[in-house]
């Protein structure tokens, strides 16, 4: 068993939080008051119509979006042992069809719009949410009312949608944290309902028919029992009239008032260890807490930050950064309407787990023993007001914080309410409630463990009570600023600094970016681009790991690196008022990385980790070996992780020089955007970044990948419910001529109401999970259509998605496909880019692939302007009949022909990963 000593690091860190508490307590009080001045119920109104309907109207004018939030207080924890699941499955069936919109209509009317609708279910609620153009408010509150208020429950569409959730289902069953979680709860909960998977048994499932619903429904869906919510762009008057037009004839429903069994006080520690077919150990420990609403609940929300959020968090520096016992670790709680749990997850390999198990318990020894520090409290406190503020940045994050108050705590004031309880926790409050709820006879444990792992259930549980006598433990009202533009400068050396003003919000996005990634990686260093992303927070000339972490959440800021198949960087989030030290700190590890061995060793083992990982998640396996297929000779082919092997391999020294490679002046670009003055940031930005030299050297040539000859064929035989596929092709590239149109295309195909969503999934129940997807590259790029299946089901969904590839290049899309394409794709652009990071990240990028900082308004002219015969034109030349990737990984020896259109193939077996590297 490895040893956790407390090593010097551990023992510094903790006096130097002492000297800090003691000297600084003066300074911290003063700095303990707010961090903003803007409120989320500031200008929300909120109104009760005759039927009892909940009305919370939000006007916002800082982006032309709005987004509607419908909100059902019923969850799964309403339903009876019989009804398991039929909560889920009415989320999914409100979308299937009214007396005015039939199936498939209600999707597209939204996507159509330039808008996206969805739902999910939870235990405590179900939430119906349309995102969409400000000028299409009207037809997302039409839409989404009529589907509430009239869905038909058509029984041919119930038995079809049954069978996509039972796809849903078994999907889950290949997933190990979805496994654990629903062991866990139930294990925790031996009464109450929260015990039950939110999506139910098979049984259940297969059981339900159209009166069941109907029952369901007239139980939970009443106005009275429903909130709804609209944040953004439009007339709080005119959208409240529309609503109470469109409510005004609601279905009369009898209602219910929810009679949930309470689950008894737990009295003894409960256990389990599951070994299945994994290749990590999944670990979850658990403890009862009080519902949503309880005064210990503001308390429990600081200890879970001090415990386990972020790397400065005792269960982070001590298991990871100090003793890199485990590859990830975190701490959650499940606050519901009931009581709920506290709860702390983690992955590791088996050897370690005695040890990471000591590491907690002692840890969780101390926080029931020992007040936390001051300093500790007054960073966890800037950590939870800070959400608050990064959530205000778009309107659907606004809309969900009122929805979720008003729904879970009976009034929307109550978000306010929270940052003022939170502001008054105590050092003693936090000890309070860790003796109160982290007691030994409190704590459920779960363990999934790799099969023959040797793990011992009993030792596991002694490793973590025994330590430490564990167990003993007993804005205002102003006119919407007008939208400034960006600029770029370019400093001395080369760098080029891209600046866009948003005064909304008291915050800055950063990001900087090199051309670098998977695409310049050295040959037979794959990975390297990932392993030097995460390196370079890691410790530079000036700063530690640790104290890098520290720093960034003592500011309640984000600051990490980032790589992809293109591009390397580091981005960041800060408060305004800590916007000069965020990029001091940028500037360091950008230009002073050291990649410390200890470091190194840590961040190899979670990529190795991530690696080993990938066997326990299908769709990675899946995409790894598409692009393999399809890139057999070009970089784009290598996994971003790398493989076991290359990453075993690389140096520090390899990772000094690959990054003195790339990261050159005349290949940088930094972004900010939000709340600055560029006159005052544009001088210290050159301050920090003018001391970088210039370089004249060029970044190398990466040849083109050879076109496809015959079809390629791939699969992985892998034990499971499900088999995923991939048909693909040789794609467009960033900012090819073809790049607008087979966006375009994608669009058309994937979404609710996209083609294959319909004809595969909606009228022939084939999978669960399916959507084309399109990954445009420099120079070249990949599309294809992903759909996961039960394998009795693999010949005819591959035969389906021939088809409708077939007849997209035969008749290609009709104008009311083409114009609602278009629609959803600029609406999903307004969408997407309304937070800060999302505007810097894009306009940095392009701005690196030679396109300018500027090119999104461009880049939407070019989409308006397609036409159909572009559309046609792009088919022909992407969706070659006889030039073609078909991967699967799944159970079996997969398909053994590529259906009709083959010609000739060239098949290529792989097993755990062992692919063939054979090219035309």
């Known amino acids: 068993m490895k040893i956790l000593n407390k090593r010097p690091t551990s023992v510094m860190r903790r006096l130097n939080l002492v000297i800090a508490s003691v000297i600084g307590v003066a300074i911290i009080l003063l700095l303990a008051g707010p961090v903003y001045a803007l409120s989320v119920t500031d200008g929300a109104q909120r109104y009760r119509l005759d039927n009892g309907l909940t009305v919370i109207l939000k006007e916002d004018r800082s982006a032309p979006v709005a987004a509607i939030q419908l909100w059902v207080r019923t969850g799964s924890a309403n339903e009876t042992e019989e009804e398991a699941g039929i909560t889920h499955l009415i989320e999914h069936m ?66 079809r949608e049954k069978e996509v959730v039972l796809e849903e289902y078994r999907r889950s069953l290949d997933i190990p944290e979805r496994q654990l979680g629903w062991d866990m709860m139930a294990l925790a909960f031996q009464k109450h309902p929260y015990k039950r998977p939110i999506i139910g048994y098979e049984e259940t499932i297969r059981s339900f028919d159209r009166r069941a619903i109907l029952a369901y429904m007239d139980k939970w869906y009443t106005p009275d029992n429903m909130v709804f919510v609209a944040v953004g762009d439009f007339k709080t008057a005119e959208v409240l009239q529309k609503i109470k037009t469109l409510v005004k004839d609601f279905p009369k429903r009898a209602g219910k008032k929810p009679s949930r069994p309470q689950e008894p006080p737990q009295t003894r520690l409960r256990k389990f260890l599951k070994e299945e077919r994994v290749q990590q150990v999944y670990l979850n420990l658990c403890w009862h807490i009080p519902g949503l609403t309880h005064d210990d609940i503001y308390p429990l929300d600081i200890l879970e930050i001090i415990l386990g959020r972020g790397k400065s968090s005792r269960l982070y520096e001590r298991l990871k950064m100090d003793a890199n016992l485990v590859h990830g670790i975190g701490v959650g709680i499940y606050a519901l309407k009931d009581p709920g749990l506290f709860s702390v997850d983690a992955t590791l390999d088996p050897d370690n787990l005695g040890a990471a198990l000591t590491a907690i318990g002692e840890e969780i020894s101390r926080l029931t ?29 606004q809309a969900r914080t009122l929805a979720f108050f008003e729904t879970m705590t009976g009034d929307m004031a109550n978000a306010d309410e929270y940052l003022t309880r939170i502001r008054e926790v105590t050092c003693a409050d936090v000890l309070r409630v860790a003796r109160k709820y982290l007691r030994p006879r409190n704590l459920s444990i779960g363990i999934l463990a790799p099969e023959d792992s040797g793990i011992s259930l009993n ?92 720093t960034v959440e003592s500011w309640a800021g984000i600051l990490r690196g980032f790589s992809g198949r293109n591009t390397l960087g580091v981005s960041g989030r800060f408060l305004s008022k800590d916007l000069y030290g965020g990029l001091e700190l940028l500037a360091d590890v950008l230009l002073n990385p050291v990649f410390p061995a200890s470091e190194m060793a840590k961040v190899r083992e979670d990529i190795l980790a991530g690696i080993r990982a990938k066997k326990d998640r299908p769709t990675r396996e899946l995409f790894d070996l598409f692009y393999q297929t399809l890139y057999p000779d070009h970089p784009y082919g290598h996994p971003r992780t790398g493989t076991a092997e290359t990453i075993k391999s690389i140096t520090r020294s390899d990772l000094a020089i690959w990054y003195r490679s790339v990261a050159r002046p005349s290949n940088m670009v930094l972004t900010l955007a939000g709340d600055f003055n560029p006159d005052q940031v544009i001088p210290y930005v050159k301050t920090l970044f003018e001391r970088a030299p210039s370089s004249d050297k060029k970044l190398p040539e990466i040849a083109v990948e050879p076109s496809l000859k015959k079809p390629r064929l791939a699969h992985i035989q892998r034990a499971g419910a499900q088999t995923h596929l991939i048909l693909g092709y040789v794609g467009a590239g960033i900012g090819s001529r073809l790049d607008a149109p087979m966006a375009l295309l994608q669009t058309a195909l994937a979404g609710q109401g996209g083609r294959l969503f319909i004809e595969l999934r909606d009228k022939r129940s084939l999978a669960y999970a399916v959507t084309a997807f399109r990954n445009p590259g420099l120079g070249t790029g990949a599309f294809g259509v992903y759909m996961a299946c039960d394998p009795a089901k693999v010949e005819t969904a591959i035969n389906g998605i021939f088809q409708e590839l077939r007849r997209i290049r035969e008749k290609g899309l009709t104008r009311e496909e083409l114009d609602a394409a278009k629609r959803y794709f600029t609406g999903n652009l307004l969408i997407g880019l309304q937070t800060n990071g999302r505007q810097a990240m894009q306009m940095t990028l392009d701005e690196l692939y030679g396109l300018g900082y500027n090119y999104l308004p461009r880049y939407v002219r070019n989409i308006e302007s397609v036409t159909l015969e572009d559309m046609q034109n792009a088919a022909h030349r992407i969706i070659l009949p006889d030039r073609y990737v078909l991967v699967t990984v799944g159970p079996g020896d997969g398909p053994q022909h590529a259906g009709s259109l083959t010609h000739s193939t060239e098949t290529r077996s792989a097993t755990n990963q062992e692919h063939s590297q054979d090219s035309d």
């Open 94 to 159: 409100i979308f299937k069809g009214t007396p005015s919109r039939p199936a498939g209509r209600i999707a597209r009317s939204i996507e159509a719009s330039g808008g996206r609708i969805n739902a999910y279910t939870s235990l405590d609620r179900t939430v119906y949410y349309v995102e969409i153009p400000a000028g299409q408010v009207d037809t997302g509150l039409e839409v989404l009312l009529d589907a509430i208020q009239h869905s038909l429950f058509d029984s041919e569409e119930l038995k």
């Open 369 to 397: 023993t020992e007040p936390v520090f001051p300093a500790e409290l007054i960073q966890a406190k800037t950590i939870s007001e800070a959400d608050f503020v990064f959530d205000m940045e778009d309107m659907s994050g």
């Open 459 to 550: 030792q596991a549980v002694a490793d973590l009570v025994m330590p430490r006598g564990f167990a003993a433990s007993a804005k205002a009202d102003q006119k919407p600023e007008e939208e400034t533009e960006p600029s770029m400068v370019v400093l001395g050396n080369g760098i080029r600094l891209i600046l866009k003003e948003n005064p909304d919000i008291p915050a800055v996005s950063m990001t900087a970016a090199f051309l670098g990634g998977t695409r310049l990686e050295p040959q037979g260093k794959w990975g390297i681009s990932g392993f030097t992303a995460d390196m370079l927070t890691r410790g530079t000339r000036n700063r530690t790991a640790a104290q890098i972490a520290r």
